[in-house]
T-cell receptor
């Protein structure tokens, strides 16, 4: 299994500002993903973060709004830029070692934009 | 396009009851299916992973089955306890050359076990 530490656990931010969320894993992992969970909804993938290359974004998500870094095999950041109240969600980091392996999630970052 | 559906959306049972949560998916081309538990405002805890070639997996009071051809999975919880109260999420990992390893989630079943 993998232990994932996400920071911050929660934050309240002013609209128009940006927040960077950190995801630290206790072992090297191949795959790292960022998901969003809007209030009362299930999880939606924002992007796949691969080390040494640009992130791959899902339809409806763009790099200017959600820039991602993956500097090494244990760490990634997601930035939520120019925030609006609609960005209020739980953001979750997930990791995996391969297609046939278990996916693990961090505890999430609860973001409220006012 | 893969879609995952969970029924029921919510369930309330008395303590001690055995229960079944249902998950269906529209495309049988999957690597695996995973069941998670989510407590309010928290992240996801992995419960069981079933590979596409497997029929079931067991962990303690939990048993998950997979019928890939019919696009169905069930999570069986035996002798439910108040501590089992949470939202249970089903997710599939699609197969295919363009797949990045992402998971596609159902909407979840919110379970309440009453003492």
């Amino acid at each position: 299994s993998a232990v994932i530490s996400q920071k911050p656990s929660r934050d309240i931010c002013q609209r128009g500002t940006s927040l960077t969320i950190q995801c630290q894993v206790d072992s090297q992992v191949t795959m790292m993903f960022w998901y969003r969970q809007q209030p009362g909804q299930s999880l939606t993938l924002i992007a796949t973060a691969n080390q040494g290359s640009e992130a791959t974004y899902e339809s409806g998500f763009v790099i200017d709004k959600f820039p991602i870094s993956r500097p090494n095999l244990t760490f990634s950041t997601l930035t939520v830029s120019n925030m609006s109240p609609e960005d209020s969600s739980i953001y979750l980091c997930s990791v995996g070692q391969g297609m046939n392996t278990e996916a693990f999630f961090g505890q999430g970052t609860r973001l409220t934009v006012v | 396009k893969q879609e995952v559906t969970q029924i029921p959306a919510a369930l309330s049972v008395p303590e001690g009851e055995n229960l079944v949560l249902n998950c269906s998916f529209t495309d049988s081309a999957i690597y695996n299916l995973q069941w998670f538990r989510q407590d309010p405002g928290k992240g996801l805890t992995s419960l069981l992973l079933i590979q596409s070639s497997q029929r079931e997996q067991t962990s303690g009071r939990l048993n998950a089955s997979l019928d890939k051809s019919s696009g169905r999975s069930t999570l069986y919880i035996a002798a439910s306890q108040p501590g089992d109260s949470a939202t249970y999420l089903c997710a599939v990992r699609p197969d295919g050359s363009s797949n990045t390893g992402k998971l596609i989630f159902g909407q979840g079943t919110t379970l309440q076990v009453k003492p």
